[in-house]
């Protein structure tokens, strides 16, 4: 049987930096959790109050209303072959996923998930660092790509929306549009200012001071992040080249200025 209206049973799948900062704030509100992941987090997960399953199977056996899957982008095709899905307690059960890309896990749900699963494909648009103090008024994106059990998605989104997050609801493919264009151009400044060794000098002005914060956040996220953003994006590929294009561009307006100023120099 499902938990009362308030307290969801939730499991979570990848219990690292990501999975444990939600973690918390669900068991503050009272919430009970287990969790497994392929690092063995026993410890951890005992101090806060946690059951960790390193046995996946005695995992999906347990009777959670959510199962959580907080992994990579780039090992999420892997996780989902290898989940022992017959084993769950309940089918009807409510998977949620909190990817930075969202058409990828909604196809891989949709096909790999029994299909009395419900699924919300949701992006927490925050993470430990930017979530340290609170979530309120950070943004919380979600999808209802197959509910049927409309009080356990209610009460899961509820989490987000307690804290003060500020609810969008989104479609998967509207997501990745807005994310090829934010996040992972986002990103691909940062990585290329690490590629040139941008770094604080002497003489900063803020503007300047504000891209190697950009580098640094950036390059404190992992290279699967940045890889899964554009090989599990279909719109981040033209994002990229209309990058290129537009340096090309405002390098040739340089060359174009460059080369008027000569011409004014010989003539004078």
């Not at 959790?33 to 026993?42: E, G, M, P, Q, V």
């Not at 934010?182 to 300047?208: C, W, Y």
């Not at 640094?216 to 719109?235: K, P, V």
Request: hydrophobic letters at 40%.
């Amino acid at each position: 049987m499902p938990s009362s209206s308030s307290s969801l049973k939730i499991g979570i799948v990848g219990f690292g930096t990501f999975g444990q900062f939600l973690a918390k704030t669900m068991i503050k509100q009272g919430h009970t959790l287990t969790a497994t992941s392929r690092t063995d987090y026993s410890q951890l997960s005992l101090q806060l109050g946690i059951q960790f399953f390193r046995d996946v199977n005695e995992f999906f056996e347990a009777d959670n209303d959510v199962i959580l899957i907080c992994t990579s982008i780039v090992s999420l095709s892997g996780v989902l072959e290898s989940m022992p899905l017959s084993s769950l307690k309940r089918p009807s059960t409510l998977f949620v996923d909190v990817l930075s890309v969202k058409e990828h896990p909604r196809e891989l749900l949709l096909r790999k998930l029994p299909e009395e699963s419900d699924i919300l494909c949701t992006h927490p648009m925050f993470g430990p660092e930017s979530g340290k103090n609170g979530w309120k008024d950070l943004t919380f994106m979600y999808d209802r790509v197959r509910i049927r059990d409309e009080v356990i998605c209610s009460n899961f989104l509820n989490i987000f929306a307690t804290e003060g997050c500020r609810m969008l609801q989104m479609s998967c493919e509207e997501h990745d549009k807005f994310a090829a264009k934010s996040q992972f151009i986002t990103h691909t400044i940062g990585r290329t200012l690490a590629e040139v060794d941008a770094k604080f000098t002497p003489i900063d002005t803020k503007g300047f001071q504000t891209l190697v914060q950009l580098k640094d956040s950036t390059m404190r996220d992992s290279f699967d992040l940045y890889s899964g953003l554009f090989l599990h994006n279909r719109f981040a590929r033209q994002e990229l080249e209309n990058l290129e294009h537009a340096l090309h561009k405002v390098k040739e307006m340089l060359v174009q200025r460059m080369s008027e100023e000569l011409g004014t120099e010989k003539t004078a």
